[in-house]
């Protein structure tokens, strides 16, 4: 698969949390990995990704502009209703994921955004938006990790170069390009180019929608064997101007060819500098592009959305 979406299924079976242990009482869901023990590290992530979204366009610094900014992408969406119509239908376990309250959600953002700092951005959210998040982060999925809007420019640079994943906590590891939810130290891969929705209010409203589409919903509820990923237009989850909620890097060629500037940039990781070094460009648009959702088996019985990512109309996934 070409486009910006990760490689083949994560092998981190091992290093997920069960679903069925998630409780009916907020003090009793648990995350799906233990926190970091570079939990400083984790702080280091949360403040920059803090201080890389302040002042930019894509994010706004208080939670009613934030809302606010995220309604203006409600454009031709009417017959599915606002973002926060959309949410607040949103049933977890239709997704594959276990039931979250809106109170559960708040008390897990609070307890777990220091060793989970992809939780952080969210506190800014609505109640609605929160609970889509941890719903996702009680999952097996890691959409909300490395496609969501705490990831910053800078740390999708680096992932598409130099094969950092966000996911990752431990910076050593980390820059030695070790994956963040396989088990073990297995290598992180992505594909040609990485991408995210900018905004976590958005991907929220982005997720919620994409799962009432009739063909995710087929996907989910089906019984055989994993289905097919599906791809959606990006106007018809993220609205008219959802494409402006969307950022991305791209793997410079090496002597034309994508395959030998994946081979180099392997080789750098590591530590192989015969070539040249990785080079990576911002993506110039994702206007017309697409959201694509890929499935893998709930604990709770179906599928659930393992990733959720979107592409630029260049790069359709093939």
Not at 111 to 131: K, N
Not at 169 to 186: F, V
Not at 261 to 275: K, L, M, Q, Y
């Amino acid at each position: 698969m070409r486009g910006a979406g990760d490689e083949p299924e994560d092998g981190d079976a091992s290093a997920r949390r069960s679903a069925a242990d998630a409780g009916n009482r907020a003090g009793e869901v648990r995350p799906r990995h233990e926190p970091s023990p570079r939990a400083e590290y984790a702080d280091v992530i949360r403040q920059r990704s803090d201080q890389a979204s302040a002042g930019r366009a894509d994010v706004s610094q208080a939670a009613t502009g934030r809302i606010a900014t995220a309604h203006q992408t409600e454009t031709d969406l009417s017959a599915e209703g606002s973002n926060t119509d959309v949410q607040e239908r949103f049933d977890p376990r239709r997704a594959g994921l276990p039931e979250v309250s809106r109170a559960e959600a708040a008390a897990y953002i609070e307890e777990h955004q220091a060793g989970r700092p992809w939780l952080a951005t969210a506190r800014d959210c609505s109640p609605e938006a929160q609970r889509v998040i941890v719903a996702l982060d009680q999952g097996r999925g890691h959409a909300h990790i490395r496609h969501d809007g705490w990831v910053t420019e800078e740390m999708n640079e680096r992932r598409v170069r130099d094969l950092e994943d966000p996911a990752q906590l431990d910076l050593a590891k980390r820059e030695a390009g070790i994956d963040g939810l396989a088990a073990g130290h297995l290598p992180h891969r992505c594909g040609e180019i990485v991408s995210r929705v900018t905004d976590p209010e958005i991907f929220a409203a982005a997720f919620a929608r994409g799962v009432e589409h009739p063909d995710v919903r087929a996907a989910l509820d089906s019984t055989g064997p994993r289905p097919d990923s599906v791809t959606l237009p990006i106007s018809s989850v993220l609205g008219d101007d959802g494409h402006k909620f969307c950022a991305g890097w791209r793997l410079e060629p090496v002597n034309g060819s994508m395959d030998e500037a994946r081979a180099n940039r392997r080789a750098w990781v590591a530590g192989d500098h015969t070539g040249p070094e990785p080079q990576a460009r911002p993506v110039e648009t994702f206007e017309g592009g697409t959201v694509t959702f890929a499935f893998r088996r709930s604990t709770i019985g179906g599928y659930e959305v393992s990733t959720m990512y979107v592409n630029p109309p260049d790069e359709q996934p093939t």
